[in-house]
């Protein structure tokens, strides 16, 4: 039987052999098109694409942000509201098809009714992590708040029972520490550089609001896991209907964002070297800040698709020190000595958890 066996791969010509094996490369993803299986192959071009779309379009959104909130603060629930639309009308391109002349959504893989928790932590979190802007809440302590995510993932997951290894936990706490040294630094240079008229509640509340953000993000995090291991992973719906239908929760919100888009619309005309545009530069900020968040979650998923969450979670710490770095060369916002200490630690935490 070996002897046949080996005399029948003699007789298969190379070509025909190697078709096979690039076909067993490709996959049909939840909308029948051909995409690389990662368990049998991965093409370098994709993770060389994906890294590009993540540190290009993360580091860029990183640039458009800043640009508007240091001017307007008070627009992150304008700066959510259209990100979530950007994403929608992408989305519908994918998720609308004509029927007998009627545009209709495609028939889902998860029920309507399984996105209510997910929508509402979502719209949540996003609408708290843009409102910090207002509360004296820089950047770089934005980043380095948002990167403690590892924290409150194990305070729920020990609440649900799952058991952590030595090494995670002291991970964690290295990660503690650094939150809190970062946090504490930049709460004790804003209250020196800043008057009396209440600049360190406003920081305070704002941490507090990122606090509530990153344990509302845990919860949807097991909320997501759950709903993949009963339906599948379809990050594209995922993506498409968590934006799309939080749409209608901006409703009661209407006159803020009104307000915000007047701010909008009133900033002075984008000028570029010395080329002046009459466009109002807030605008132009605004929908780069969309397109950025856009292609920066395309990577993410993208590379999520091709290699393991160990090295999804390794680069997106890497890209959040490399916005850290780009936030203080392009705009200045240093972080203290103290405060950097503690960012340090915080990045060290996350790569113990990780490795």
């Avoid at 993803?29 to 060389?48: A, C, L, M, Q």
């Avoid at 609308?96 to 889902?108: C, S």
């Avoid at 932590?121 to 609408?127: D, E, G, K, M, N």
Wanted: charged fraction near 15%; charge should be positive.
């Amino acid at each position: 039987m070996a002897v046949v066996t080996k005399q029948l791969r003699r007789r298969v010509p190379s070509s025909v052999a190697t078709a096979s094996k690039e076909k067993s490369l490709v996959v049909e993803d939840e909308r029948g098109r051909k995409r690389v299986d990662s368990n049998t192959g991965v093409r370098p071009s994709h993770v060389i694409t994906a890294l590009a779309l993540i540190f290009g379009g993360c580091c860029s959104n990183v640039c458009t942000l800043e640009s508007i909130v240091s001017e307007l603060p008070n627009a992150g629930l304008l700066v959510t509201f259209v990100q979530f639309v950007f994403v929608s009308v992408e989305g519908l391109f994918h998720f609308v098809e004509m029927k007998n002349g009627v545009p209709q959504l495609q028939p889902r893989n998860v029920p309507i009714k399984e996105w209510v928790i997910p929508v509402g932590l979502f719209f949540i979190v996003s609408v708290l992590n843009n409102k910090v802007w207002a509360y004296d809440v820089s950047v770089p302590v934005h980043i380095v708040f948002r990167s403690s995510g590892t924290v409150t993932t194990m305070l729920v997951g020990a609440l649900m029972g799952k058991r952590y290894t030595q090494k995670q936990v002291l991970s964690v706490l290295v990660l503690t520490i650094g939150v809190l040294q970062a946090t504490l630094a930049s709460a004790s240079s804003n209250s020196s550089t800043s008057s009396s008229d209440g600049s360190s509640s406003k920081f305070a509340m704002g941490i507090a609001m990122l606090a509530v953000a990153a344990l509302l993000t845990s919860f949807q995090g097991v909320v997501a896991e759950k709903t993949y291991q009963k339906y599948g992973r379809h990050w594209r719906e995922s993506l498409f209907y968590t934006h799309f239908l939080s749409l209608l929760l901006f409703v009661p919100m209407y006159k803020d964002l009104l307000q915000q888009v007047q701010y909008v619309l009133q900033s002075p005309p984008l000028k570029i070297f010395s080329t002046t545009i009459s466009i109002p530069r807030q605008v132009v900020y605004l929908f780069g800040n969309a397109l950025t968040q856009y292609i920066c979650v395309r990577g993410v998923n993208n590379l999520a698709a091709y290699s393991s969450a160990l090295t999804v979670t390794i680069v997106l710490n890497i890209r959040k020190f490399v916005s850290l770095i780009i936030s203080g060369v392009v705009f200045g916002s240093t972080l203290s000595n103290q405060a950097l200490l503690g960012a340090t630690l915080v990045f060290i935490g996350a790569f113990l958890y990780s490795y």
